[in-house]
C-alpha cells in the first residue's frame, strides 16, 4: 500500500494487528505510529543483511596459485587478528615449556645435591657404626678373656657376679617400662603429706601453669581433697595397688584431648595413655583401732610433651 508522499503503508499494525488502510500514520486501535514501525523494521533487515555479508567475507578462500594470491594489504583484518594470537599464543606455549624445563632441571639439580647429602650422612653413621662396633667387638673380647679367668680362678663367684648383673637388668627394664605409673605415685604422696604443689606436679603443666585459665579451678580442687580426706578420716594414710593396666586407644585419646579443649581452654597433644585399675586403700584409726576403707578406683594416665602426667578430668578423684 504505497501512499501519495512514497511512504509504504503495511497491511496491519505491528503492534495490535489492526488492519491498515493505504496512507495511514497512526493506528485508530492502539494509536501506535505506523512510521516509526516500518523505519525499525527497515533498520533490522538492514542489520541483518549486513551480518550476513560479514560472515561470509570470514569464509575462507580456496589455496590459489602464488600468482593468484592478493597482497598481504589485503587479506581480511579478521583473519590477521587470528594469525597474530596464533603466533602469540605459541609464544606463550615456548614459553611456558622453557620454564616447564627449567623447573624440571633445578628439581633434579636439588634431589642429585639431596642425594649427595644423604649419601654423605649414611656414610657418616656407617663410620661412626664401625667405630662402635669395634669398640664392642674389643670390650667383648676383653670380657669373655676376663669371664674365663674369674671362671677358673673362683667359678662360684663368677655365677654370683653374673646373677647379679642380670638381675639389676631386669630391674632397670621393668622400672622403666612402668613411668607411667609415676605420676599417680605423686599425687597418693603429696595427699598423704597434704603437699599440694607435689600433687599439682602429676597434672599437666597446661593446665596448672599460672597463666592457664583452669590453674585456679584445678589448684583449688587439690586443696578441696586434701581438707575432705582430714575431715573425713582424721589422720590417715593412703596405699595403694595397680591391679590391671589397660592402654587407650586413639577413640579415647581423642576424647580426652578434646575435653581439655573444651574444659581447660587447653590444647594438649597426647601420644599416649593408660587406664590403671587399682585398690585404693586410706588407712585410719578410730579410738585406737586400726580401721580402713577400700575401694577400687580407675586413674587415667596420658603422655604428652615426653612425661606421663595424671589425668584429673578423667580419673576417680
Same mark, same amino acid.
Given at each position: ?65 602464488? *600468482? %593468484?594470491?592478493?597482497? @598481504? #594489504? ?5 583473519? &590477521?587478528?587470528?594469525?597474530?594470537? +596464533?603466533?602469540? /599464543? $605459541?609464544?606463550?606455549? *615456548? %614459553?611456558?615449556?622453557? @620454564? #616447564? ?5 633445578? &628439581?633434579?639439580?636439588?634431589?642429585? +645435591?639431596?642425594? /649427595? $647429602? ?21 670390650? +667383648? ?177
Amino acid at each position: 500500500m504505497a501512499s501519495e508522499t512514497g511512504f509504504t503503508t503495511p497491511e496491519y499494525c505491528l503492534k495490535c494487528g489492526e488492519p491498515l488502510a493505504a496512507g495511514t500514520r497512526i493506528c485508530p486501535k492502539c494509536g501506535a505510529s505506523i512510521i516509526n514501525q516500518v523505519y525499525r523494521k527497515n533498520i533490522a533487515r538492514t542489520q541483518e543483511e549486513d551480518s550476513v555479508k560479514e560472515d561470509a567475507a570470514l569464509v575462507e578462500e580456496p589455496e590459489k596459485s602464488p *600468482e %593468484e594470491k592478493p597482497a @598481504a #594489504a589485503k587479506i581480511p583484518r579478521v583473519k &590477521r587478528e587470528r594469525s597474530s594470537a +596464533a603466533r602469540r /599464543e $605459541k609464544a606463550v606455549s *615456548e %614459553e611456558e615449556e622453557k @620454564a #616447564a624445563r627449567k623447573t624440571a632441571e633445578e &628439581r633434579k639439580a636439588a634431589r642429585k +645435591a639431596a642425594g /649427595e $647429602k644423604a649419601g654423605n650422612a649414611a656414610g657418616k653413621v656407617l663410620s661412626a657404626l664401625k667405630v662402635i662396633g669395634g669398640a664392642i667387638a674389643a670390650g +667383648a673380647v676383653a670380657f669373655f678373656g676376663f669371664a674365663k679367668k674369674m671362671w677358673k680362678k673362683n667359678p662360684k663367684f663368677f655365677i654370683g657376679t653374673c646373677a647379679a648383673i642380670f638381675i639389676l637388668i631386669v630391674i632397670l627394664v621393668l622400672s622403666g617400662n612402668k613411668t607411667y605409673r609415676k605420676p599417680l605415685a605423686s599425687y597418693v604422696k603429696g595427699l598423704n603429706d597434704q603437699n599440694a604443689e607435689l600433687m599439682l606436679s602429676a597434672f599437666p603443666s597446661q593446665i596448672t601453669d599460672e597463666g592457664s585459665s583452669y590453674a585456679e579451678t584445678i589448684s583449688g580442687a587439690v586443696q578441696t581433697s586434701i581438707e575432705n580426706l582430714e575431715n573425713t578420716y582424721g589422720s590417715c594414710k593412703i596405699t595403694y595397688e595397680v591391679t590391671n593396666t589397660v592402654r587407650l586407644g586413639d577413640a579415647e585419646i581423642a576424647e580426652i584431648e578434646q575435653r581439655y579443649s573444651q574444659k581447660c581452654n587447653a590444647e594438649i597433644n597426647i601420644i599416649a595413655g593408660y587406664d590403671l585399675k587399682t585398690e585404693y586403700t586410706v588407712n585410719y584409726k578410730v579410738n585406737g583401732e586400726d580401721k580402713s576403707d577400700t575401694r577400687t578406683l580407675h586413674f587415667i594416665v596420658v603422655k604428652t610433651g615426653g612425661k606421663w602426667y595424671l589425668d584429673p578430668l578423667t580419673s576417680d578423684m
